[in-house]
Every structure is written in structure tokens, then in C-alpha cells.
């Protein structure tokens, strides 16, 4: 099936931990994104990928270092894992045009205890 | 910057009744119009999009027209069901900025039989 696929879904560990949150997508598009939402839904985006160039990455914690081996993939590393990032984390990507939407993955929620 | 504003929700609803959940933005330039939707436990799904002025979005019974004049992306839809209740996000994507999407905040609507 044609989507963005993200893993693990749920991801509970303990906070100093460093964890891994891997996302793929097989529509072809050239942009993929990081968004975090938080426990009211608020959407906050994090980083974006271009074809494997960052082009946006907003004020987050230097221990969080996204990568993208290729186009089709982004994945997110946390390290020294706190309680405030205890939050779901989306992966998306779309098309490299303002008239396109994006396709999100199912997201992975991150608990840190 | 640009932004977005939606209506403070919850919204709660009984089946068959209208909807409408407010939106309105700033932006530079053109931007392109969406809603997306997101069931519980799910990602983000792209709803409807409008892409210039006076353009209408519709897509399952739901509908929202691009209004320059008022700066307004309404999301409407004439007889709502259970199974529509969800978080509803209206967004805006302009081609500066790295083309990134602006969300608001999120509207939670119910609707109860």
C-alpha cells in the first residue's frame, strides 16, 4: 500500500534514554516533516527534509537530530529522553508545492516515565 | 508570519444537525486552503483543499470555501454523524518559508445519536 508508514507505534521508556523513531514513505514526494502534538492536539512541526537537505528545523532541543539517508526516509533521534517529551510524534511528507497537502503516518506515541 | 485561527471547540453536536467550525488566517501572498481530519488514535488526514480565491473544497458532505475578502476557510457540513466526530484542523500552506504548512489549533467536535 502507497503511504508513510512510521515506527514503533508506542514507545515507553525511561528518561536519560536514548531512543529512535524511524519514518517511511513510498508516494514519491521530494519533502518529508517532523511534527510533535501534544497532549491538547496542538500540532508544532519540528523539522523538514527536501530531498535529503534540512530546510526547516524550528527551535527544538539539540538532542533531538533528525536523518535522511534518501528521499524516501526520515528518522528522528532523541537522546537524553526527558518527561516533557512524552508526546505523539508524527511523520508526513507531500509534494514540493504549496497546493499539496501532506500524508501523515499513524504517528508514535512516546511516553517517557 | 502567517497564521491561523480556529474556533475554540469542543463542539458537541447531535446527529443530523449542521456544522460549521470557523476558520480564518493571515498569510502573505496566495496561500493554498486545507482541513484536515484526525480520528482517535489516528494520524492527520487531508479533509478538502482550495487552492485560490472563491474556490470550494468538498469531500464526504463536508465543504469549505477559499474567501479572500474575509480571509475565511469555514469548514461546513449539513447533517453530521457519529462517526464524524473528530478533531478537524484548518491549515494554510503558502509558497514561502519553505512552503511549510501553518496548522491552528485544532477543533474537537462529537456528535452524539
Known amino acids: 500500500d502507497t503511504a508513510v508508514s512510521q515506527t514503533p507505534k508506542y514507545l515507553v521508556t525511561q528518561m536519560g534514554n536514548d531512543k529512535s523513531i524511524k519514518c517511511e514513505q513510498n508516494l514519491g514526494h521530494d519533502t518529508m516533516y517532523w511534527y510533535k502534538q501534544d497532549s491538547k492536539k496542538f500540532l508544532k512541526i519540528m523539522f523538514s527534509?527536501?530531498?535529503?537537505?534540512?530546510?526547516i528545523n524550528e527551535t527544538v532541543p539539540n538532542r533531538f537530530s533528525p536523518k535522511s539517508p534518501d528521499k524516501a526516509h526520515l528518522n528522528l533521534h532523541i537522546n537524553s529522553l526527558e518527561l516533557g517529551d512524552s508526546a505523539v510524534y508524527f511523520c508526513a511528507s507531500s509534494q514540493d508545492s504549496a497546493n499539496y497537502g501532506y500524508t501523515f503516518g499513524s504517528g508514535t506515541r512516546l511516553t517517557v516515565v | 508570519g502567517n497564521s491561523v485561527t480556529q474556533m475554540e471547540g469542543p463542539v458537541t453536536l447531535s446527529e443530523e444537525a449542521f456544522l460549521t467550525i470557523n476558520c480564518t488566517y493571515t498569510a502573505t501572498g496566495y496561500p493554498s486552503l486545507f482541513w484536515y481530519v484526525q480520528y482517535p488514535g489516528e494520524g492527520l488526514q487531508l479533509l478538502l483543499k482550495?487552492?485560490?480565491?472563491?474556490d470550494k473544497g468538498s469531500n464526504k458532505g463536508f465543504e469549505a470555501t477559499y474567501r479572500k475578502e474575509t480571509t475565511s476557510f469555514h469548514l461546513e457540513k449539513g447533517s453530521v454523524q457519529v462517526s464524524d466526530s473528530a478533531v478537524y484542523f484548518c491549515?494554510?500552506?503558502?509558497?514561502?518559508?519553505?512552503?511549510?504548512?501553518?496548522f491552528g489549533d485544532g477543533t474537537t467536535l462529537t456528535v452524539k445519536p
Open positions: 527534509y527536501n530531498n535529503k537537505e534540512l530546510i
Open positions: 491549515a494554510l500552506r503558502g509558497n514561502t518559508n519553505a512552503g511549510k504548512s501553518t
Open positions: 482550495a487552492t485560490k480565491a472563491d
